[in-house]
């Protein structure tokens, strides 16, 4: 499964030259699912400047960071397209036509992506509209949307317990295909994971078997603390993002299960990118200091070789926590792991 961002798909090429040609699966030629986000994650990280860095745990980078929304209102946010400065709209019925013109096998609801930093007050109120906004999505979807695409909830709440039990437990009160956990998490791991407990928990209490995804997580231990606290499905440009500069996915956690070969120290490596690796790159039989030069180049080939094996490696350790899912030892293989066993 790929996912397919329906802002910037719609800003260009347009969602409507999309359908045009048959949707999202015939216009890339990719004959197996896809999953598109409701656009709202772009839409309020240009107006909360942080919340993309704080979902993606980093630091916040760029000039500019006030944003371009003009205005969150109950129908839904203007705000300016950073393409050309055009005023634009979302709301609930927009994201949803959008998404029926992209034609993915599985549509996400808007709602409002609220930042860490957020007084609890502001953060009531959003989580209340997002909830609102659920409803007008799916009445929108029922009446318009494709028979065969399914429509996940997304569950706010920000890092306040009781409105995240509050706001899951809403969610699951609504006829929604599957079950989403969105916002910021938290200020780092270990409140993520507990953010996260929170919501699976209360899914637990109420005996709701939805799938559930965890939007916009995908390190490593990340995909682990999520499994073990029943989390099916994530999404993550890490794979991919790592790729382009340079960097390969690796058995050690104390380097964030990762090596960034782009460095000079490996210029002289006649190391394997990973050892005992089976993914097609490493089947090359290309050295570190072959893909320091390259990488240091920017040849482009290489972004691409590595990400064949990064995903590989991602491949492997979802598959690796899935079959303990199934033989019982999901706690022995999720210690394995991030105790830097190879996948």
């Known amino acids: 499964m790929v996912l397919g961002n329906t802002f910037h798909l719609h800003l260009e090429p347009g969602d409507e030259l999309i359908a045009r040609q048959g949707g999202l699966h015939r216009f890339m030629a990719w004959d197996a699912p896809i999953v598109t986000d409701s656009g709202g994650f772009q ?26 929304i003009l205005a969150i209102e109950e129908e839904g946010v203007r705000f300016r397209s950073y393409l050309d400065g055009g005023e634009r709209f979302i709301g609930p019925e927009t994201a949803m036509e959008i998404q029926a013109n992209l034609h993915s096998d599985i549509a996400l609801v808007f709602d409002e992506c609220t930042p860490f930093h957020v007084e609890r007050e502001y953060t009531l109120r959003s989580t209340e509209r997002t909830h ?88 490593i231990d990340d995909l682990v603390a999520g499994v073990v606290r029943g989390i099916d499905t994530f999404d993550c440009a890490m794979p991919t993002r790592l790729a382009r500069h340079g960097m390969a996915l690796v058995p050690d956690p104390a380097g964030r299960w990762r090596v960034d070969l782009a460095k000079a120290v490996h210029r002289d490596s006649e190391e394997p990118i990973m050892e005992g690796c089976p993914c097609p790159t490493c089947a090359i039989g290309w050295t ?39 033989d019982g030892t999901l706690a022995d293989t999720a210690a394995a792991l991030l105790g830097g066993e190879a996948p």
């Open 132 to 219: 609102r906004w659920l409803d007008r999505c799916l009445a929108w979807h029922d009446e318009h949307g494709p028979v065969d695409q399914l429509v996940y909830g997304i569950v706010q709440g920000g890092v306040y317990e009781d409105l995240r039990v509050e706001s899951t437990q809403a969610v699951a009160a609504r006829a929604c295909d599957g079950i989403a956990i969105g916002g910021s998490l938290g200020a780092g791991k270990e409140q993520m994971y507990e953010v996260v407990g929170w919501a699976t928990g209360a899914l637990d209490a109420g005996g709701d078997v939805r799938p559930r995804h965890l939007l916009g997580i995908g390190e």
């Open 288 to 326: 570190r200091g072959y893909v320091r030069y390259m990488a240091s180049n920017r040849e482009l080939t290489i972004a691409r070789a590595l990400t064949l094996h990064n995903l590989a490696f991602v491949q492997r350790v979802v598959a690796r926590l899935r079959a303990a899912i199934l």
């Open 43 to 68: 839409v309020f990280s240009m107006g909360h400047g942080t919340v993309a860095d704080e979902v993606k745990g980093r630091a916040p980078r760029g000039s500019g960071r006030s944003g371009r």
